[in-house]
């Protein structure tokens, strides 16, 4: 029943941006965290930045100072900006939602950073 979807996904130059969006059909205050992974090819599945509903945002050192995760409490929405984008930040990037009992994965959205 509960559905998460991505979108914003793309092709896109080195140093480029994106932004990539995801909603749950899930109510906000059943949500532990929400954020992002991503999956390059031969690699395993990552954690990129995860919002927690009582606490800061979890960035992978990879991405510091590049992406800004933000999250739609009220709407069960989260949304990362991704600047300054590089060869290895390719990858399927799949929304995460947490609630205490349950994980939920989407289906991802492919970004691909290439000349």
């Known amino acids: 029943q509960v559905r998460v979807v991505e979108s914003g996904g793309g092709l896109v130059q080195p140093g480029g941006s994106l932004r990539l969006s995801c909603a749950a059909t899930i109510n906000a205050g059943a949500i532990y965290a929400m954020g992002w992974y991503r999956q390059g090819p031969g690699k395993q599945r990552e954690l990129v930045a995860v919002a927690h509903t009582i606490r800061d945002t979890d960035y992978a050192d990879s991405v510091k100072g590049r992406f800004t995760l933000s999250r739609d409490n009220a709407k069960s929405e989260v949304y990362l900006q991704m600047n300054s984008l590089k060869t290895e930040d390719t990858a399927i990037y799949f929304c995460?939602?947490?609630?205490?009992?349950?994980?939920?994965w989407g289906q991802g959205t492919q970004v691909t950073v290439s000349a």
């Open positions: 995460y939602v947490r609630t205490w009992e349950e994980n939920y």
